[in-house]
């Protein structure tokens, strides 16, 4: 019989200076009472220092490393040897325009950190994958194929949302590959393993900087856009609705990416989709739930009717 999942109490985070790493730090320090240490990775000196105002009375030390994670041999692989779980939110480029100059690179980044953690004997990787996995599910004909809730990890991936922000053309494509094919390496590194490395794929949905408010989500499917009059209803709108991921639910689905027991899963490594739970939204939850224990409290359409 397999020895019961322990939960990891040191953990790593990439791209800890970004929107998602500084929530997740900020949660781990704030709620996280088996977390003892947090190692906070980021090329970018000035967002390490930032997370000096995260500490708590409970004095979680974080740990700050400056890391390029496209050097495959640099000093910061030495940082993982003291961690149990890693959380991979960095990219070259985290945005759906990235070109492919840096989805390569970002996939390189992946490819990296998956390396050292199974040198170091990290025992769980969870993966900020992207919704944009699944972007051409959002036009026909691939949309006329799903329903509420039928928007499941199983079916064909579809990368690349393609959308139009003031007249100009955007294909999401390079920077959904890179996430895809991150996805993938996790998987085969988990099962590689034999199960000694344990992998999470998250594919995102919409998580905000700030604040990260319903009414703020809107048809350019990047953040920044200033409040202003309801959008008329579009198929672009209600897709980018729909993915909303709210910063209540984003701090539970990566505490369980992190916590969950993988002994009922199917492999080593599993992909989910991190949604809140939006009325009629095609994207399923229903495994995220199963596999994780995710138990999502928000919905996006219950949050507009509340001016939130």
């Not at 494509?173 to 094919?181: G, H, I």
Request: hydrophobic share 45%.
């Amino acid at each position: 019989m397999a020895d019961p999942y322990a939960v990891p109490t040191r953990i790593a985070v990439t791209g800890a200076g970004g929107n998602l790493g500084r929530k997740l730090i900020a949660h781990l320090v704030a709620e996280a009472s088996w977390c003892e240490e947090i190692v906070a990775l980021d090329r970018d000196d000035a967002a390490l220092e930032a997370l000096n105002g995260l500490a708590d009375d409970r004095a979680i030390p974080i740990r700050r490393v400056a890391a390029d994670l496209t050097d495959a041999r640099g000093d910061w692989r030495g940082a993982l040897a003291s961690v149990d779980a890693v959380v991979h939110f960095a990219a070259q480029n985290p945005y759906p325009g990235a070109s492919w100059d840096d989805a390569c690179l970002s996939f390189d980044m992946t490819a990296n950190l998956l390396s050292a953690a199974a040198e170091t004997g990290v025992r769980r990787v969870v993966f900020a994958s992207s919704n944009h996995v699944m972007g051409r599910y959002k036009d026909p004909p691939l949309a006329d194929e799903i329903g509420p809730g039928r928007l499941t990890t199983a079916l064909t991936p579809g990368p690349g949302t393609r959308w139009t922000v003031r007249g100009e053309p955007i294909d999401g494509v390079a920077y959904a590959a890179s996430k895809l094919m991150g996805e993938r390496a996790c998987l085969a590194a988990a099962a590689a393993s034999g199960g000694a490395l344990t992998a999470v794929a998250i594919r995102i949905g919409w998580c905000q900087p700030g604040e990260n408010l319903a009414r703020t989500l809107n048809t350019t499917g990047v953040p920044g856009a200033e409040d202003g009059p309801p959008e008329p209803p579009s198929r672009e709108l209600t897709w980018f609705r729909a993915m909303w991921l709210s910063n209540r639910d984003f701090a539970h689905l990566l505490t369980r990416a992190l916590v969950a027991d993988p002994a009922g899963w199917p492999a080593p490594g599993i992909v989910v989709n991190g949604m809140s739970a939006n009325t009629g939204m095609a994207w399923d939850i229903a495994e995220t739930s199963r596999l994780l224990g995710y138990k999502a409290q928000d919905d996006v359409e219950r949050a507009l009717r509340e001016g939130g």
